[in-house]
């Protein structure tokens, strides 16, 4: 593991193998600078062990930079699960995964990723206090996509002030690519500024309910990429700017709340100078763990989620500035204050 190409010096990976449940888990705490690695737990079929590990090492990974962006008192840590979340998932998985956690301590604190459920994890609080992303308790915070998508928004007008000269969206043109739970509150509070929305996605009920209560025109997947637009706003999948769309792109910016968009880092320097500004992935989706992190406090209040959020939306701001002004990537920006953030200075 120490020659492996996404190995950062993570503080501790920890395998998990529980012979009666059939779990197979790894847990990833990148780095505990800031507090408790935090960040969610993923089940996911995949190919070979290689592959999970280097899952896990780059999204704990990731998660430290999310959560030092976002000025939050928490570390970076990821948990993946090996199996299929449509076929493998059982009680005692989850709590043969609620002892592993519970076995770190309080080192890592888990939460809900792809293909894990709100009752899922409260199957894991069975076993371990470590969990957050809960829907009951005293502090629980509930589906996160709202404020996500509220940040997203508010870092929408920090990107439009930069590349369009002007945070008023009226009448300009943002073209959406998911309208799920962060997509579709995205495409409310942007049709509410009055932008005019295209949309794609490959659910057809939630594009025509979209499409109905915002004026949105709605086009085909693959066409989101070459529409005229002064913003797209990518809310699906990862990895959807590489090589084969980096010069379809007829936009001045790129903001929205997927994770992972760029295929590889280059890519930043790319969008730099096709002219498009870009509003690296984990500083303009943090609302979510910001909303996580005020369960994990013991009290959720509101106001702090949202002073948080805005708060964040400012530091997305510099980032942007200082790339610009430095003609760098916002990409790179972002991870060299992320880095300085966690006391990495290599
Ligand atoms: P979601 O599953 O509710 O929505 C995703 C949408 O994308 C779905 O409607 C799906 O049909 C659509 N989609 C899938 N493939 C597509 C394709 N090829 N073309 C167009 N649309 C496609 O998920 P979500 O919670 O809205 O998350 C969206 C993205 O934001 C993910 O990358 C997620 O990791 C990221 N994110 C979410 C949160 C959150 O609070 N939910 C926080 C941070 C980051």
Redesign the pocket.
């Known amino acids: 593991m120490f020659d492996h190409s996404s190995f950062d010096a993570h503080e501790g990976v920890h395998m998990f193998h529980d012979a009666d449940s059939g779990l197979k888990a790894i847990i990833a705490v990148h780095s505990s600078a800031l507090g408790p690695a935090a960040g969610g737990c993923r089940m996911w079929n995949y190919d070979t062990g290689e592959a999970m590990l280097r899952d896990a090492l780059r999204l704990s990974h990731g998660m430290s930079y999310k959560n030092a962006m976002a000025d939050l008192p928490l570390g970076g840590g990821k948990a993946v699960i090996w199996g299929d979340a449509k076929a493998d998932k059982s009680p005692e998985l989850f709590r043969a995964f609620g002892r592993a956690v519970e076995s770190l301590k309080g080192q890592y604190i888990t939460a809900e990723?792809?293909g894990i459920s709100v009752s899922d994890m409260q199957i894991v609080r069975e076993e371990t206090a470590h969990v957050a992303g809960l829907d009951e308790g005293d502090a629980a915070s509930g589906?996160?996509?709202p404020?996500?998508?509220m940040g997203i928004y508010l870092g929408i007008l920090e990107t439009a002030k930069r590349a369009l000269g002007t945070d008023d969206l009226t009448g300009r043109t943002i073209a959406v690519?998911?309208?799920?739970?962060?997509?579709?509150h995205v495409c409310e509070h942007l049709a509410k500024a009055g932008a005019n929305l295209i949309i794609?996605?490959?659910?057809q009920a939630?594009l025509s309910d979209i499409s109905t209560r915002t004026g949105a025109r709605i086009v085909a997947?693959d066409e989101?990429y070459d529409v005229d637009a002064d913003i797209f706003s990518p809310?699906?999948?990862?990895a959807i700017i590489n090589e084969k769309t980096l010069n379809r792109f007829r936009v001045k910016a790129i903001a929205?709340?997927?994770?992972?968009q760029l295929i590889v880092p280059e890519m930043g320097e790319l969008l730099r100078r096709r002219g498009i500004l870009y509003a690296p992935?984990y500083v303009i989706?943090?609302?979510?763990?910001i909303?996580v992190c005020a369960e994990i406090s013991g009290t959720y209040l509101r106001d702090w989620v949202d002073a948080k959020v805005k708060a964040l939306m400012v530091t997305l701001g510099e980032v942007l500035d200082l790339a610009m002004e430095s003609c760098e990537p916002t990409n790179l920006v972002a991870d060299r204050i992320a880095r300085q953030r966690i006391g990495r200075t290599d």
């Open positions: 990723d792809v589906d996160p996509s404020i996500t998508a690519q998911g309208v799920g739970s962060v997509g579709g794609t996605d490959i659910d939630a997947p989101i809310n699906a999948l990862g929205g709340g997927a994770n992972n992935d989706n943090g609302g979510g763990i909303n």
